[in-house]
């Protein structure tokens, strides 16, 4: 790309400075036209003069493209990724983000590529010395610059190298599940200093980084928040959160994609807060919440109510992970249906249950009352609801028909865009008889018969990392967003 002779796009760096790294991104603006993404990792920025920096170049650029010209409308730079600043100890070295960069895919569901970027000069959270820390940027088609030292879960994550470690992300790339059942980083360590552990990592499963970043609550403003406040159902969240095993350890629950739910006080498990009660306490609201997109009707009459978000449930020890997606809300002859996608993965070790992924009406309430209905908002509440028996019958038993699901508290604004189209789910495998089962596990117990919030703040998760490569594990201390 670089010999412009035989190129179509040349990429020429700051003055003095040199291209290290480049990779294939994807469509990270979502144009229809992949990018590439350039590192320049002994580059200045606004954070200092040695802290590196990407760059996200798009894909229909010809000639050159001066990256020094980057913030000028029609040089070609989409957007650059700026690194933190150098560390407070006396040896701290050049931060050099960018020394490594690799596309990681769609990690976030929004259609954009996503980046991973290295920068193995990054000082430890306590000080250390080089440990080392990779970034996940989420693609975005905005052109504002990215700030690796104010990164937010909207933007991204942040990978912390441990202190045993030197230069995590000196190598760095991602994987379609290669060595796990997600998609992954894989970041290389051992580069600055003789004494790191050596090999490649598995810094953590990509699936998790929404669990560990975007269960953090984004900022409220009272009961009037144009939300849907459904926690699904107590007794499984229950179930899910208390099946966390250390020895084997995955968020248990995670909110993403427009959901979100209160943070876990537990560092270990990492996620949601699961909203447990006591068990004479009435039902806890606000475990989790969706985000409207669109209505039938804002007057307070029968209407559906679409909302967009995901919650994870992962239960290693049990073997699956079901995911709850893009519920809707209908109102209707006072009650309201929930019709949602219901994704269940269960591992050959729950040999009485199937995969199964469907879009499905999951559950009917009754309204407490009318809908209230003010100049800015409508708002409806409704009572415990029941499983149905569509919902039972298509997830193969998982959850039992009739059991008891958590109320709705449905609040949205009086100037919500008009319904959009319905998203739909693979169709439902063909039902498998399984003679003597009659205990839904998901209830842990027995059964009748399965975009517009603002950017949260940062949280952590402790991580495990596995080598891959030389059969060695550089560790890794944690994953932040923000």
């Not at 590529?113 to 088609?141: H, K, M, N, W």
Request: hydrophobic letters at 40%; glycine letters at 18%.
């Amino acid at each position: 790309m670089n010999d412009p002779a035989g190129s179509v796009m040349k990429i020429v760096p700051p003055a003095g400075e040199a291209l290290r790294s480049f990779a294939g991104a994807g469509d990270v603006d979502w144009d229809g036209v992949p990018d590439v993404v350039v590192g320049v990792p002994t580059q200045g920025g606004p954070n200092g003069a040695t802290t590196g920096a990407a760059y996200v170049v798009g894909g229909e650029a010809r000639g050159e493209v001066l990256l020094a010209d980057g913030d000028q409308p029609g040089s070609g730079v989409l957007f650059p990724i700026w690194g933190a600043a150098p560390g407070t100890t006396a040896n701290a070295l050049e931060v050099a983000t960018g020394a490594a960069v690799a596309a990681a895919g769609d990690l976030d569901g929004d259609g954009r590529a996503d980046l991973a970027i290295g920068a193995p000069g990054t000082e430890g959270a306590a000080g250390q010395y080089a440990s080392g820390a990779a970034y996940v940027v989420f693609g975005q088609a905005s052109t504002a610059p990215i700030d690796a030292a104010a990164l937010r879960c909207g933007q991204g994550a942040r990978i912390r190298g441990y202190i045993g470690s030197r230069g995590l992300g000196g190598d760095i790339s991602a994987s379609s599940g290669a060595f796990g059942a997600d998609p992954e980083v894989v970041v290389g360590a051992g580069s600055p200093s003789p004494e790191s552990v050596g090999g490649f990592v598995r810094a953590i499963p990509l699936g998790d980084v929404a669990g560990a970043c975007e269960a953090a609550e984004p900022p409220t403003g009272g009961g009037d928040n144009p939300e849907v406040d459904w926690g699904f159902r107590e007794g499984f969240r229950r179930y899910v959160y208390n099946g966390f095993d250390p020895a084997a350890p995955a968020v248990p629950i995670a909110a993403s994609n427009g959901a979100f739910c209160p943070v876990g006080h537990d560092a270990a498990r990492g996620g949601c807060d699961p909203h447990l009660k006591a068990p004479a306490d009435p039902v806890r609201r606000d475990a989790f919440r969706f985000t409207p997109i669109g209505a039938g009707a804002t007057d307070g009459s029968d209407t559906t109510v679409a909302t967009i978000g995901r919650i994870t449930f992962r239960y290693p020890g049990h073997f699956f992970t079901l995911r709850l997606e893009d519920p809707w809300f209908t109102v209707q002859g006072g009650k309201v249906t929930v019709k949602a996608r219901m994704d269940l993965d269960v591992d050959p070790g729950l040999p009485a249950y199937q995969s199964a992924d469907v879009r499905v009406d999951l559950g009917t309430f009754p309204l407490e009352g009318p809908a209230e209905v003010t100049s800015p908002y409508v708002k409806w509440k409704t009572g415990a609801g029941v499983l149905t028996a569509a919902a039972g019958a298509a997830l193969g038993g998982f959850l039992g028909i009739g059991a008891e699901l958590d109320p709705i508290a449905l609040t949205i604004p009086r100037g919500i865009a008009a319904l959009p189209a319905e998203p739909g789910a693979p169709a439902a495998p063909d039902p498998v008889e399984k003679p003597g089962v009659n205990v839904g596990l998901g209830d842990g117990g027995a059964s009748a018969a399965r975009p517009g919030a603002a950017s949260p703040p940062a949280v952590s998760l402790p991580l495990r990392g596995r080598a891959v490569g030389e059969g060695r594990i550089a560790r890794v201390a944690s994953l932040t967003c923000g």
